[in-house]
Every structure is written in structure tokens, then in C-alpha cells.
């Protein structure tokens, strides 16, 4: 399914940074970041970890939001975890680490008045709030 795109704007591209977007991530839409949907070109982990696309979503059931993350974490010995956090409207951060080196789908559930992602950070160490 194509959703509409939500473009953030990064100052660095590849490891350990960052984008924004003053207005949010709108529910059921993609991002793509200066521009580009390729993300895999634009949020990199160590050990060629990347994030290939990422979707916001509303869900029914206890969590009333869902981002669908489809990435893969860094490979080999000892190469650790990709990182990532999502902060939205209300200040809020969500956190995902991911260490598998296989490309899946991984999920963020959540709740909140003011939904909009307005932040995402990457890095190759955990991300403090």
C-alpha cells in the first residue's frame, strides 16, 4: 500500500543523526527525508545496518498508533544495534533498537494526544532522552 509521504529535513545524512519536521508526521503516511524515500541511503547503523522505510499508522486495539519500521541492524561480530528514536508532538520519545542483521518489519506501539512524529534520531549507541 502507498501512503502519502511526510518529508523531514536532516542536516547530516548516514550515522548518528538526525531529522525534522516542525509540522509532524501526519497518521498514515511515509517518510522520506530531504526529499528522498530511499531511506536505506540516508539512515545507516555500523556493519551496514540500515532503515530502508517507515510508516505511521493508526491500529485498533490497546495502543492507538503503530510506526512500521523495515530495517536491518548491523552485521557481524560484536557490530551492536541500530538505534532509533521517535519523538512526537506532546515531547514524548519512543525507542527502538534493533540487532538483527536480517531485514524485518519492527514495530513501535503508542499512545498520544498529539501523535505527529516531529523527530527521528539514529545511532549506533543507545540514544539518551
Avoid at 44 to 61: A, R
Avoid at 69 to 76: C, H, I, M, N
Wanted: glycine share 10%.
Amino acid at each position: 500500500m502507498a501512503y502519502p509521504i511526510s518529508d523531514f529535513t536532516a542536516q547530516n545524512i548516514g550515522e548518528n543523526s538526525s531529522a525534522e519536521r516542525r509540522d509532524g508526521m501526519t497518521v498514515n503516511s511515509e517518510v522520506s527525508i530531504n526529499g528522498s524515500s530511499n531511506l536505506y541511503d540516508m539512515v545507516k547503523f555500523n556493519g551496514n545496518g540500515c532503515v530502508y522505510s517507515i510508516t505511521l499508522t493508526g491500529s485498533p486495539g490497546t495502543y492507538d498508533y503503530v510506526l512500521n519500521v523495515d530495517a536491518q541492524g548491523p552485521s557481524g561480530f560484536g557490530s551492536g544495534s541500530g538505534y532509533l528514536a521517535f519523538t512526537d508532538k506532546s515531547g514524548d520519545t519512543y525507542k527502538l533498537s534493533i540487532y538483527s542483521s536480517t531485514r524485518s518489519v519492527h514495530t513501535v506501539r503508542y499512545n498520544s494526544q498529539q501523535p505527529e512524529i516531529v523527530k527521528i534520531q539514529w545511532s549506533d549507541n543507545s540514544i539518551d532522552d
